[in-house]
């Protein structure tokens, strides 16, 4: 096996070990999923991974990082992780194996473009991801985490999480 | 040795310490309503204001430090400054009053800072652009909130209708001070590192007098506007404040959690 192709197995590895990590808050996805890992590199024998906030005040940003770390170093590799603020994280990088994930654990994804305005300013109708229901109503706007917002289905009654579009 | 008006210099940390001030003093108030607000819809939503808040302040102490000449931590400019030295203009400081007060202010904050985070996407500093995409989308759910909050008093009993006038009386006088420009402020828009709120002004007025008009309100007469914030001029109540928002790192120096 050439050096290159060694490289690019260990560049692989080491993507694979970091990619597997868990978002702690909304623990049914994991951090590629989100959209939050946005690269691994290989620089000798240290992994970088290039990480990305949600929030600006996310709490979870520091438990990832530290997951990143144990996980890199679990591999073999010897971790560093790099913050990456630009370009901004928005629910658009969340991945659709992410969107359907989020779905099934009961969670509503995101379902505009963040780009636009009026993705925060209309009333936008949220599916309820138990029952399918269009039939649904606005709790709260602020929710258990910083990314969420509260619904609940008039339909089959359940109280939802939906993940907000920024 | 580093041009003081230009990108690291002592005026560009200034502008910067008065915004993340800014943050971090509103960010605290509004922490102070955890497990007090009138429901727990609220509960929720006012210490996750207060967490972004406290997030864009702690990513700007951040960038500060990191900045060459700085020459102290994140740690040290949020925690372990004195009064004085902090340049949060004085609104923020105010304390939270009723939950009219509360939610008018986060109205008159967030309708300035999300056109004021947007002009910043355009800033010669890469790192405040970065921080500004983000924040400015944050700000627009504190504006949907507060000003529905606001329309919803104003517009509603009778009591709520007198709590929500009286906030306007207390608060308003505190609003010129957000256009203020400073010394430093002033070196910083010339070097296009930040922008100027004075073309914010008048959409930020238009803004407000629509939300008034649908809750029944109006933009008093401010004889003798507030301020003094920008240079270090506090009212009595900035100290109590610091005493709780800095008696962690005072009584434990260097802790950690």
Redesign the interface.
């Known amino acids: 096996m050439s050096v290159a192709a060694k490289q690019d197995l260990s560049t692989a590895r080491a993507w694979a070990a970091a990619s597997a990590v868990v978002d702690p808050e909304v623990p049914c996805v994991t951090i590629a999923d989100l959209g939050i890992l946005r690269s691994v590199e290989l620089q000798g024998d240290t992994a970088i991974a290039h990480v990305t906030?949600t929030?600006?005040?996310?709490?979870a940003v520091l438990a990832i990082e530290l997951a990143v770390e144990a996980a890199l170093l679990e591999a073999g590799f010897n971790p560093r992780v790099e913050r990456v603020?630009?370009?901004?994280?928005?629910t658009d990088w969340i991945t659709e194996e992410g969107q359907s994930k989020l779905k099934a654990y009961g969670i509503a994804p995101p379902v505009k473009a963040?780009g636009s305005?009026r993705a925060?300013?209309d009333d936008t109708v949220i599916a309820c991801p138990r029952c399918e229901s269009h039939n649904t109503q606005k709790?709260?706007?602020?929710?258990?985490t910083?990314c969420k917002a509260?619904y609940r289905c008039c339909d089959c009654s359940e109280p939802f999480d939906y993940f907000?579009c920024? | 040795m580093t041009n003081n008006q230009s990108y690291g210099g002592a005026d560009h940390i200034e502008a910067l310490l008065a915004l993340a001030d800014d943050h971090l003093i509103l960010g605290h108030r509004l922490s102070e309503w955890c497990g007090h607000a009138p429901m727990l819809?609220e509960d929720?939503?006012l210490p996750?204001?207060a967490?972004?808040?406290?997030?864009?302040a702690?990513?700007l102490f951040a960038h500060v430090a990191n900045l060459e000449n700085c020459g102290k931590s994140e740690d040290d400019l949020a925690y372990l400054r004195s009064d004085r030295e902090y340049k949060n203009c004085l609104m923020v400081e105010r304390p939270n009053g009723d939950f009219a007060h509360t939610m008018l202010r986060q109205l008159y904050f967030a309708a300035f800072m999300q056109p004021y985070w947007q002009a910043m996407e355009d800033s010669t500093d890469?790192?405040l652009?970065?921080?500004a995409?983000?924040?400015e989308?944050?700000m627009?759910?504190h504006i949907?909130?507060a000003g529905e909050w606001v329309v919803r008093l104003g517009d509603g009993t009778e009591e709520s209708a007198h709590r929500m006038v009286n906030a306007v009386v207390a608060l308003h006088p505190y609003t010129d001070e957000l256009f203020e420009i400073s010394a430093p402020l002033q070196n910083c828009i010339e070097h296009g590192l930040l922008p100027d709120p004075t073309p914010i002004r008048a959409p930020w007025q238009a803004m407000i007098e629509d939300i008034f008009s649908q809750a029944y309100l109006t933009i008093p007469d401010v004889p003798f506007p507030q301020e003094g914030g920008r240079h270090g001029r506090h009212t009595e109540d900035f100290g109590h404040l610091l005493s709780e928002l800095q008696y962690m790192q005072r009584a434990y120096p260097g802790m950690a959690w």
Not at chain 1, 85 to 90: A, G, V
């Open positions: 906030p929030y600006s005040g996310c709490p603020l630009s370009p901004p994280w928005t963040s305005k925060l300013f709790v709260s706007e602020f929710g258990s910083a509260q907000k920024i | 819809e929720l939503s996750n204001m967490l972004d808040l406290l997030g864009q702690r990513n890469d790192t652009r970065a921080l995409g983000k924040a989308k944050e627009s759910y949907r909130h």
